[in-house]
């Protein structure tokens, strides 16, 4: 036994040495590859002044917030110019965006020593990051990286950490299981569209924290290169994540599944920036996917006022597709649908094991069920908790179209170049549209441009069910103690038509060793609607070793 203990002992320090090693080796790295990294002379342009109308300014650029709690952006110019615009204006968002990302980052991994060990392996994961984002965009990031908050130097310097952050959607995507992303997006036009035009909806479901996703920045950028374009994103984001140029052409991400990859490469934010910058109709778009190599596997999904159509540009590390609209919907959520891509085992394994196959039946189902639809419609859609013909699988499911995690929800016109952006909390709020054709009064000198409500709160957002879920999640994270019977009790009412508790009770019964009680909550789990077979194996391999 004693010889055991020694061979125990030893083993667990040889695994800390090389641990150990590890970092120091990728910190090494890293400083190698910061210290070549390029850099760039940059000076503040303006002073920050404040207008009558309420407005922040920054020479021709400005910022104001509006009553709905979005704040709108304008800048112009050349990259530096805009970074440094970006930056000047919005040093507040990103400060606090990246203090509420680190922290929840800790709340994930709450060691030290793995956070780390985290922290190294990114640093060289992403050490080449820089060599796959265009010049354009590094000035960019580099100028909005001056106003970064100081006090992170462990993770990186200031350039550094705000350009590893643009792959932070990349990397979340490949880390599934922490459920960072898992979007869903359609397109309808002709007969299933109330006016004929081509009409999209997303959500996208990038979720560190319920404080990272109540703050939202409409940007609008005026380029000296490629075409004018709105975008909804965060502090310190430049690439896009949903957006529309002044050609109505839109862009939105949505992850596939994906191996975790080695070494980082364009992160799909940037090559979505790219598109929507220089793209003016789906094979522009595609031309432009094709010169840049993703390093996770992710759907783009395009929408064209010049095409009257949408498409799905379906990218991995090793291929590229283009799905293009058949008849007069098209629905994306998570998997591959093109004859290069969909037939890779992996993917099929996703689609069929996960929740990804279940979300596109029950969009392609609502969409039915619409008749033509109209914008109050799709955001209905893009709000809906419920799973296939409306049963009540409880809130948070990633079954649900609104799993209550997402960042944002958007819905598109193109031939109306007109796009409206949800409000907290998540796609809850307000719907406020902006029209393109606006686009000069975007200019400090022009009539200033007004973005006006088109669709309005969901009641939902003000219910106590949402707020008994929202105390649900944050009992859940909080690892509660559930020997208490009266917590338990309350915990399930919380959440009662949801498998979650059930599941997470008869785990904290189980590996207290009290079996029997929790075979009778893993039962009550397994009658309600589990998200995917991965939960269903879990909750039967503890079934069976309870007999």
């Not at 994930?108 to 992403?126: E, G, K, Q, T």
């Not at 922490?178 to 397109?187: D, I, K, Q």
Request: proline share 3%.
């Amino acid at each position: 036994m004693k010889r055991f203990f020694k061979v125990f002992l030893w083993a667990h320090v040889l695994l800390l040495l090389v641990a150990l090693g590890m970092i120091a080796y990728v910190q090494h790295a890293y400083k190698y590859y910061a210290n070549n990294s390029l850099t760039f002379e940059v000076e503040p342009a303006y002073q920050l002044d404040t207008l009558p109308d309420g407005r922040r300014t920054y020479g021709p650029n400005w910022y104001r917030e509006n009553e709905w709690g979005l704040a709108e952006v304008y800048v112009q110019g050349d990259a530096l110019q805009r970074g440094d615009a970006i930056g000047a204006l919005t040093q507040k968002q990103i400060r606090h965006q990246e203090e509420v990302f680190v922290q929840e980052i800790k709340k994930i991994i709450p060691s030290d020593f793995y956070l780390n060990i985290i922290h190294a392996l990114v640093r060289h994961f992403n050490r080449k990051l820089e060599s796959n984002v265009p010049e354009e965009y590094l000035r960019e990031i580099y100028a909005l990286s001056q106003y970064a908050a100081e006090g992170y130097e462990d993770i990186g310097a200031r350039y550094h950490r705000i350009l590893n952050y643009h792959s932070a959607h990349d990397v979340g995507h490949a880390l599934q299981s922490y459920m960072l992303v898992g979007c869903t997006s359609f397109a309808v036009r002709g007969e299933q569209s109330a006016d004929g035009r081509l009409l999209l909806g997303r959500n996208f479901d990038f979720y560190v924290g319920d404080a990272f996703a109540r703050d939202k920045i409409v940007l609008i950028e005026k380029p000296d290169q490629g075409h004018k374009f709105i975008s909804i994103t965060w502090g310190g984001m430049i690439g896009v994540l949903s957006g529309m140029n002044e050609k109505g052409l839109t862009v939105s991400l949505n992850a596939a599944e994906s191996d975790i990859p080695t070494v980082s490469k364009t992160p799909i934010s940037i090559i979505a920036r790219d598109i929507l910058q220089y793209a003016s109709n789906i094979e522009e778009a595609y031309d432009i996917a094709q010169r840049h190599q993703a390093f996770v596997s992710e759907s783009l999904l395009i929408g064209s006022a010049e095409d009257g159509a949408a498409a799905l540009i379906e990218i991995s590390p090793q291929d590229i597709d283009l799905v293009r609209m058949e008849g007069n919907s098209l629905v994306s959520t998570n998997f591959f649908q093109g004859n290069k891509l969909g037939d890779n085992p992996h993917n099929i394994a996703f689609r069929d094991n996960g929740s990804t196959l279940y979300r596109h039946h029950r969009v392609e189902e609502l969409i039915a069920a619409a008749g033509p639809m109209d914008v109050e419609y799709a955001a209905a859609v893009l709000r809906n908790t419920r799973g296939l013909k409306g049963r009540d699988i409880g809130y948070g499911n990633e079954k649900s179209i609104n799993q209550l995690i997402a960042h944002h929800g958007v819905i598109f016109q193109p031939e109306q170049k007109t796009v409206l952006f949800s409000t907290a909390p998540f796609q809850l709020g307000a719907f406020v549209a902006y029209p393109l054709d606006s686009i000069q009064a975007y200019q400090r000198e022009g009539e200033l441009f007004l973005s006006e409500e088109r669709i309005g709160r969901d009641a939902f957002a003000d219910s106590q069910a949402l707020q008994d879920y929202l105390e649900f999640k944050q009992l859940k994270f909080s690892h509660p103690d559930l020997s208490d019977l009266s917590l338990r009790e309350h915990f399930i009412a919380l959440n009662p038509n949801s498998y979650e508790p059930y599941m997470l009770i008869g785990d904290y019964l189980f590996e207290a060793g009290q079996k029997e009680e929790a075979r009778q909550y893993y039962q009550l789990s397994l009658q309600r609607e589990l998200e995917n077979k991965y939960i269903e194996k879990h909750i039967k391999e503890r079934l069976k070793a309870h007999e």
